[in-house]
């Protein structure tokens, strides 16, 4: 699993013109599900997302996490994180297909939610736009097969 964690003042999702998630402070969540991912590791994912420390403190170090900074999370499906890019058309057979990745997507969204944070998302498999006004600009990738 990968995640592609973007420290927001705001951010969006909008599918046909209409926003169906919005957040302001927090974290934008792109989210990609490996073919070989589990439920463990979905916890883990979501687990490290919810205790990424990149909020500034009082001395303007990143070292609050964001459950004391009270971000919301906007988490986004994204199969095109695990493109493979050796030819210059991008193949994607090590995304997971929608019988294993919704229900893998779907746990990350549980898992945070029962963490207490307030959770806005995407639709999976839709055309989206997805807005965002970066803050940091901070971005970090949690990829599964580093933790």
Do not use: W
């Not at 699993?1 to 209409?18: C, F, L, N």
């Not at 297909?97 to 995407?122: M, N, Q």
Request: glycine letters at 8%; hydrophobic letters at 40%.
């Amino acid at each position: 699993m990968r995640a592609v964690v973007t420290r927001v003042k705001e951010a969006s999702v909008k599918i046909s013109g209409k926003t169906v998630g919005a957040i302001d402070k927090g974290f934008l969540v792109l989210l990609g599900v490996h073919v070989s991912d589990t439920e463990e590791i979905a916890k883990k994912v979501a687990d490290r997302i919810c205790g990424l420390r990149v909020f500034e403190d009082e001395n303007g170090k990143m070292n609050v996490g964001p459950k004391d900074a009270g971000a919301k999370l906007l988490i986004v499906s994204q199969f095109t994180l695990y493109a493979d890019v050796k030819s210059r058309r991008p193949g994607f057979t090590e995304a997971a297909r929608p019988e294993l990745a919704i229900p893998l997507y779907e746990l990350v969204i549980k898992e945070c939610k029962d963490r207490g944070f307030t959770v806005e998302t995407g639709r999976f498999g839709a055309d989206m736009q997805v807005y965002s006004d970066n803050d940091g600009p901070v971005t970090i990738i949690i990829d599964s097969k580093e933790l």
